[in-house]
């Protein structure tokens, strides 16, 4: 590998961003939020549904919960699994379990019993905490007794009287809270127990794991990304240096985050829940951002939300809709898009409507997730990625690993300290995607101006993107090819307006009479809305290379 890269970036570095950060005097993620515990404990942390909780509030909780936590004899490294969307449980089992030593897998809410119970298995996970409004998900596989202890919540547990209100228009006016039965654990009960057990100070260091972040893995199953307290605490560190610059003359008002994007996510993990802790900021917490008509009321009654990060679909929802033009956003210093490309076109309609551009970043599980951002002064959205974030070196390497010149396509390969220590069991893989000298390589294709700024031209893997969210097509068409009547399956990502891509199926039958709405039901019982076909073609034979392997790209031709 070329090593003599001259980082060309560092030139363009905003005045005052460092170029390399420093984490000396950081033992880990629980130190840097405990000192904002200390800092701001009148401010308000968190507003959900209207509902506040102060920093000090979310202290004592968070501190229950790990109390709780160790009441229950798990073993040093134990998994505790979170599957809550964007209310005030997350934050406090997710601090309670970084806080009692332990690691945190993050599960997204809208899973298949079929994704759930992969993710328990691969983790090995000890703990399940989890909406009841998800229990019957977890209804279907409890039977196998993967973990030992399930924490279930409702909606409003944590919000006194009016938690109870939201809980009756929760379970019996909008139904949103099927059937289940299995022995579990209320979260109120927990934390009683916590309380009347006191909390013991674990020793953790940052070579400690704090989060196993599972991302879509291009063998088709699912991978934990191990993420130590060190890698995501470079990471908020990388952030707040680089939105340093923007914020320099608020050092008075809070900041106010809105907080969209579930954080059981890695970008709204680090960008808005942890980020906005380490500032003391207010987090509003959005449970539900597909609807689009509630999150566009939330946003008329906060003009004072200052950070904004979002994916594509969110904004192109929010601006095709005629009321969002009412909206007034005064406050508003940043808009970070990732998860996803940014469309030009939808960039554009955001800043005329609020006055301000997005400014696009990139990143990935494994990374925690942060490696390019552009800056928060673009004056226009530029369709590049921005640069790389201090510590961070990045090559655009040919299929040899020699570094291509500026301006050329290659794999984007990424070293810095928020890089992963690895995919959690699988040694092979590791060493598949992180090289001897400590590059992950990305599997995106990209360019490199002479100025540093990177530009993603194409993924490597066949892998499709609906609305952010990462879908490969082995698991896809693994999970078809089990449906009878199937012969054989193959996925591609098909191009939308909406959202960047979906998912494509092109399918050879085994019996005639199969019909596209079969395959539509069975694959909605099986998957989350996101990785499921919305096309279904029927073809008589599959296109395949001499060995037999399924040439995708020539269903791309067809």
């Not at 802790?277 to 009321?297: C, E, S, Y």
Request: aromatic share 8%.
């Amino acid at each position: 590998m070329n090593m003599n890269s001259q980082k060309p970036w560092l030139k363009n570095y905003l005045e005052g961003v460092p170029h390399e950060i420093d984490l000396s005097g950081h033992s880990s993620i629980v130190e840097l939020m405990e000192e904002s515990f200390l800092k701001y404990p009148n401010r308000i942390a968190i507003d959900s549904m209207g509902y506040t909780i102060s920093y000090r509030q979310l202290d004592i909780l968070s501190k229950e919960f790990a109390a709780y936590l160790q009441t229950l004899g798990l073993d040093a490294g134990a998994r505790i699994a979170i599957m809550f969307p964007n209310v005030p449980q997350y934050l406090i089992t997710m601090l309670g379990t970084l806080r009692a030593g332990f690691t945190v897998v993050n599960i997204n809410p809208l899973y298949t019993a079929r994704e759930l119970e992969h993710q328990l298995h691969d983790s090995g996970a000890s703990v399940l905490a989890i909406l009841e409004n998800f229990a019957h998900v977890y209804q279907e596989i409890a039977i196998q007794g993967l973990v030992k202890k399930v924490i279930v919540s409702s909606l409003g547990e944590v919000m006194g009287p009016k938690g109870v209100i939201i809980n009756l228009i929760a379970r019996h006016i909008k139904k949103l809270v099927p059937a289940w039965n299995f022995p579990f654990v209320k979260l109120n009960q927990a934390l009683k127990i916590g309380s009347g057990h006191g909390f013991t100070k674990p020793n953790i260091d940052l070579d400690d794991i704090a989060f196993l972040q599972y991302t879509g893995g291009t063998t088709g199953v699912s991978k934990g990304a191990v993420l130590l307290h060190r890698n995501i605490l470079a990471n908020i560190i990388q952030i707040e240096v680089w939105l340093e610059p923007a914020l320099q003359h608020r050092h008075q008002q809070q900041l106010v985050f809105l907080c969209a994007l579930p954080m059981t996510h890695i970008f709204a993990l680090t960008a808005c829940g942890l980020l906005g802790m380490r500032k003391g900021a207010q987090l509003i917490l959005v449970a539900n951002p597909r609807d689009i008509t509630g999150f566009i009321k939330l946003l008329m009654k906060h003009p004072d939300i200052n950070i904004f990060p979002g994916v594509n679909t969110l904004f192109h929802a929010l601006i095709h809709r005629p009321e969002f033009k009412k909206v007034k956003l005064p406050n508003l210093l940043v808009t970070i898009g990732g998860g996803m490309a940014v469309q030009k076109k939808t960039a554009e309609h955001w800043q005329k409507i609020t006055g301000v551009p997005i400014a696009q970043g990139y990143g990935l599980s494994e990374t925690s997730p942060v490696v390019c951002v552009n800056t928060p002064f673009v004056k226009e959205f530029t369709g590049s990625i921005g640069m790389p974030v201090s510590s961070t070196d990045v090559l655009i390497l040919d299929d040899d690993g020699v570094e291509v010149p500026f301006g050329m396509p290659g794999e984007i390969c990424i070293k810095g300290p928020q890089v992963m220590a690895g995919y959690w069991n699988r040694p092979e893989e590791t060493r598949q995607f992180i090289t001897p000298d400590g590059y992950f390589k990305s599997g995106d294709i990209g360019i490199m101006s002479p100025e540093g700024y990177v530009q993603i031209v194409d993924r490597k893997k066949d892998m499709i993107v609906v609305a952010g969210f990462k879908v490969f097509p082995n698991e896809i068409e693994e999970v078809i090819t089990l449906m009878p009547g199937v012969r054989e399956c193959a996925v591609i990502g098909f191009p939308h307006r909406k959202l960047g891509e979906i998912v494509r199926a092109y399918i050879v039958k085994d019996v005639p009479e199969l019909t596209e709405a079969q395959v539509i039901a069975y694959c909605k019982e099986q998957m989350t809305s996101y990785k499921r076909p919305r096309k279904i073609t029927f073809i008589d034979e599959m296109p395949k290379s001499n060995v037999g392997k399924i040439l995708r790209r020539h269903l791309r031709e067809l």
